[in-house]
């Protein structure tokens, strides 16, 4: 069974940094496609930042030169080191994992999220 555990979230003032980190089991860590997305109240879920299984980034431009995503597949972990943040990050922080399987379409699977809070 796939679980994916975010933590690092919490309450911080504007400015401040946060490492958000989930933890991947009953995947094969190596081959997913790793993102993080965010969901304020009463706003769709929006993309934040992936990474390929490759290593290959790609962030929102709300975030671009403050967010930073990473992963390590020994350790079956990803990353997403948050700076500078602003009161308009404030939303749950979701982990996704997109693995591709052979002549069906990728599974894809959720953590239960993690909530960050910056106030102004």
């Known amino acids: 069974q796939v679980h994916l555990v975010e933590s690092g979230g919490g309450l911080v003032q504007a400015g401040g940094s946060l490492t958000l980190s989930c933890a991947a089991s009953g995947i094969l860590f190596s081959a997913a496609d790793m993102g993080w997305y965010r969901q304020a109240p009463g706003q769709q879920r929006e993309l934040v930042a992936t990474i390929t299984r490759g290593g290959i980034t790609n962030s929102a431009d709300s975030v671009k030169g403050r967010f930073t995503i990473s992963r390590d597949n020994a350790e079956k972990m990803v990353s997403l080191q948050v700076n500078s943040l602003k009161p308009e990050d404030t939303a749950v922080y979701y982990c996704?994992?997109?693995?591709?399987?052979?002549?069906?379409?990728?599974?894809?699977?959720w953590g239960q999220g993690t909530q960050v809070t910056v106030s102004s």
């Open positions: 996704q994992a997109v693995l591709p399987r052979i002549g069906a379409p990728s599974a894809i699977y």
